[in-house]
């Protein structure tokens, strides 16, 4: 094979290495708010997203250098397949095949979030990295060490220069970098959101599930995020780990047995159900709701309003119908969108 040759090839990767960065490059517009979404809660004020902070967030997600013996980055629990929830154990899997107590929340439209984890004990999502780094069964390192691995490595000190205009790596730009990134991961992009932009319509079927759903699930799990962050009991037994959830930080008895309310987008991806992953399938979360509510402590005003038994009423065509609309807030571009991807 002569010179001229394999000059055309490395020519030509050349060519298709830039015109994917060109592509990617493309992508970024900053962070954009959808016209039917409220406002962030995010304060952008003090991080806005720029591209060099985001990219670097982005490596910073998907590093397993976060963890302790180098093995679990957050993307090993925030899978983009799985629209940023875990997938294959009902919770999350850390260091040295440790498992915690409860399942992964999905970060898609985390700028909305006002509080973090199932319990809210994380009032700021720039201090949010810090529990599963620090929790000796996710990450299971300490800050000053993560900060230390980054600062002698041979590309971050530049990345955090480019980003934030030094290469001595201090925790709050560690921190702000990692907000940048999931602030990015919006989720509109499934047909209920065609439908709000008028660029669809939903079949007669789920039209009628939308019904059913304004009528027995908007209460909680409000549009368009469909989570209104509030922290309720929904009625489960106590699991095995005897977690009390939001009680847990407050120290409040009336917090006892309660959990965030999480968005219902992306069901499709984000199987199991609850906060500790009990449930497999949506049929299964609309029985328990129906007829497997325990009548506890805490238990949520809107699942005493039947006379005759706690919980909610669905008719069998309505579950059908539910179902239906619930699977037009599946996102599949969220799943796919290359800007998010480990690079």
């Not at 983009?80 to 999350?92: D, L, N, P």
């Not at 780094?133 to 990345?159: C, F, W």
């Not at 497997?292 to 805490?298: F, K, L």
Request: glycine share 6%.
């Amino acid at each position: 094979m002569n010179r001229r040759y394999w000059f055309v090839i490395v020519f030509l990767f050349a060519g298709v290495v830039a015109c994917k960065k060109e592509v990617i490059d493309s992508y970024f517009i900053g962070f954009q708010k959808p016209a039917y979404f409220p406002e962030p809660t995010y304060r952008f004020e003090n991080n806005p997203v720029t591209k060099d902070g985001f990219e670097l967030g982005r490596k910073l997600f998907y590093d397993n250098l976060l963890s302790s013996n180098n093995t679990i980055s957050c993307g090993s629990c925030h899978i983009q397949t799985s629209a940023f929830t875990h997938h294959g154990h009902k919770t999350s899997h850390g260091i040295f095949d440790q498992l915690g107590i409860r399942n992964s929340p999905s970060i898609a439209n985390i700028a909305w979030g006002k509080s973090f984890m199932w319990d809210g004990g994380v009032p700021d999502l720039d201090l949010q990295p810090i529990a599963p780094i620090t929790s000796p069964v996710e990450m299971g390192d300490t800050m000053a060490n993560v900060l230390r691995k980054l600062q002698n490595h041979q590309q971050y000190p530049a990345l955090f220069k480019k980003a934030f205009g030094s290469d001595n790596i201090s925790t709050a730009n560690f921190l702000k970098a990692l907000s940048q990134f999931m602030v990015m991961c919006i989720s509109n992009n499934s047909k209920y959101d065609s439908v709000m932009r008028n660029e669809a319509s939903f079949t007669a079927d789920e039209a009628e599930g939308y019904t059913i759903f304004k009528q027995k699930c908007n209460d909680c799990h409000k549009e368009p995020l469909f989570t209104d962050e509030s922290f309720r009991s929904n009625g489960l037994t106590l699991n095995a780990a005897n977690d009390l959830g939001r009680y847990f930080i407050t120290l409040n008895e009336s917090d006892k047995f309660k959990f965030k309310v999480p968005s219902l987008r992306n069901l499709e991806y984000t199987t199991p159900y609850m906060h500790d992953g009990r449930i497999y399938t949506l049929e299964g979360v609309l029985n328990h709701y129906q007829t497997g509510i325990e009548p506890r402590q805490n238990l949520d005003p809107l699942l005493l309003q039947d006379p005759v038994r706690a919980g909610i009423r669905f008719l069998p065509e309505e579950k059908t119908k539910l179902i239906q609309f619930l699977n037009t807030l599946n996102d599949r571009y969220l799943l796919t969108n290359k800007m998010l991807s480990e690079q």
